[in-house]
Every structure is written in C-alpha cells, then in structure tokens.
Nanobody, 127 residues
C-alpha cells in the first residue's frame, strides 16, 4: 500500500497563500498519478488539481475551474512528495484538503479512480 500524509493546512486570511504538501511512503511514487481534493462542511468531496505520473520529467496538470490560475500542483519524485501551492485564497476555499494516488497515468477528476488517500489537512480562509 501507499501511505499519504498531508501537511501545511492552517488559518489564513483572504488573499493570502498556503502551500500544502503530501508525503508518500514507498519507492513507487513515480508510478502514480496524484491528485488533490477538498471537502467543505456540508459539501461533497470535489476535485481540485491533478498531475500525471512521471514521463521524461514532463508532467501534465489539470485544475478545477474554481482554482485555475490561483493554485498550482507539482511533484518531486525524488522526495516522494506532491505540493499544492495556493495563492489568492478565498473564504470559499475553506475545506479539508486531501491528497490521493492513482495507478492511472494521469490525475483524474473522478474520486473512484484513486486508490489511496491521505487523512486530510484543514485549510481555513477568513474574510
């Protein structure tokens, strides 16, 4: 199995920035596509960003419309980590953020296509 641990969530005021990190155990990190999801109170878990598995050091990223232009996903296969850089944060970004690993080659938007999940990290954006 792959174990995922998120970190970096905190309270931040609107317009601020946060960087979330997800650390993966094991040596097969580069074979997994990775994704970030979030779940706000009273809402279903939703896709935030995804990134493909390694391929000649070229990665393909996908973003939800709500975060496009503000968030950026990246990965460091040497460190078994995936990062979500969040800028220009809004109160509606408040949620528990989860990282997930998929055995597919790309970061799908569908929850069902992810095989492993972290426990989440809380992000709260105040106005």
């Amino acid at each position: 199995q792959v174990q995922l641990v998120e970190s970096g969530g905190s309270l931040v005021q609107a317009g601020g920035s946060l960087r979330l990190s997800c650390a993966a155990s094991g040596r097969s990190f580069n074979t997994y596509a990775m994704g970030w999801f979030r779940q706000a109170p009273g809402k279903e878990r939703e896709f935030v960003a995804g990134i493909s598995r390694s391929g000649g050091s070229i990665y393909y990223a996908d973003y939800a419309d709500s975060v496009k232009g503000r968030f950026s996903i990246s990965r460091d296969n040497a460190k078994n980590t995936v990062t979500l850089q969040m800028n220009s944060l809004k109160p509606e970004d408040t949620a528990v953020y989860y990282c997930a690993a998929s055995r597919r080659s790309y970061g799908s938007r569908r929850l069902s296509e992810y095989d492993y999940w972290g426990q989440g990290t809380q992000v709260t954006v105040s106005s």
